[in-house]
């Protein structure tokens, strides 16, 4: 099973070295760098370095083999719709993530974000990752929770957002994207039990295919529980087959 969600010094927020992931584990690796334009958290555009990311690996397949493949995260961002395009229209990736980090005022991770009322957070976040699905082209919707992931949420609660999560869902699977089971949502941030109740949700709706990635930024989040996750796998009758790998 392998680690769709990882970072290396590409990415604005990682100083992870390919060599890190490569040397701890003998299957494919993917790193997906992050793409987010008009980053509030860094204030900047964060763009990978195609060019210098494409010959990083072409050097390192010399001495690894051909098991490392191209990724991106796709941080959506609706005002700039058109230069994410633009970016991706003469590229090639192995996997592309989809994701929404921020809203242009802040990132769904900042602090501030802790002393908002989580419920217009959240109804306001589920809005946008409506929107942003089947607006760029993306093979994974990740991390569903990313702008909840500060508050502590009961299934219950996030129960109250069934009907814009079917919408997500069903847009989802409408376009063909993998549902992401996220471990660091799953595990670092206590959201594991809201990951059973929208796995339970995505098959309900009809969803087949699921993406596992570790949001790993450095070595020791690579595969993160990744075997408790397999168990999770089985009990929802989740087969490889039905697996981005």
Do not use: C, W
Not at 28 to 50: A, K
């Amino acid at each position: 099973m392998r680690d769709n969600h990882l970072h290396t010094h590409f990415s604005y927020d990682s100083e992870a070295d390919f060599k890190d992931y490569l040397e701890n584990y003998e299957g494919d690796v993917v790193t997906t760098e992050h793409f987010d334009l008009s980053n509030p958290y860094s204030q900047q555009d964060d763009i990978p370095d195609y060019e210098a990311y494409s010959k990083e690996i072409e050097d390192l397949k010399k001495q690894y083999g051909n098991r490392i493949k191209k990724g991106i995260e796709i941080g959506y961002y609706a005002p700039r719709e058109a230069d994410i395009l633009a970016f991706l229209s003469d590229k090639s990736y192995d996997l592309k993530l989809l994701s929404v980090h921020h809203n242009g005022e802040f990132d769904y991770l900042d602090d501030e974000v802790r002393e908002m009322d989580k419920h217009s957070i959240i109804s306001r976040y589920l809005d946008e990752l409506e929107y942003a699905i089947g607006r760029v082209p993306a093979d994974v919707l990740a991390h569903f929770d990313y702008g909840f992931r500060v508050f502590d949420l009961s299934v219950d609660e996030l129960k109250q957002y069934e009907k814009q999560l079917e919408k997500i869902f069903r847009k989802m699977i409408a376009h063909n994207l993998a549902f992401e089971i996220n471990s660091k949502s799953m595990y670092l941030y206590g959201h594991k039990e809201l990951y059973s109740y929208a796995i339970s949700l995505v098959k309900t709706l009809g969803g087949k295919t699921f993406s596992v990635g570790s949001d790993g930024h450095h070595l020791t989040h690579f595969r993160l529980k990744f075997e408790e996750i397999s168990a999770l796998l089985e009990s929802f009758g989740i087969r490889e087959d039905d697996l981005i790998i």
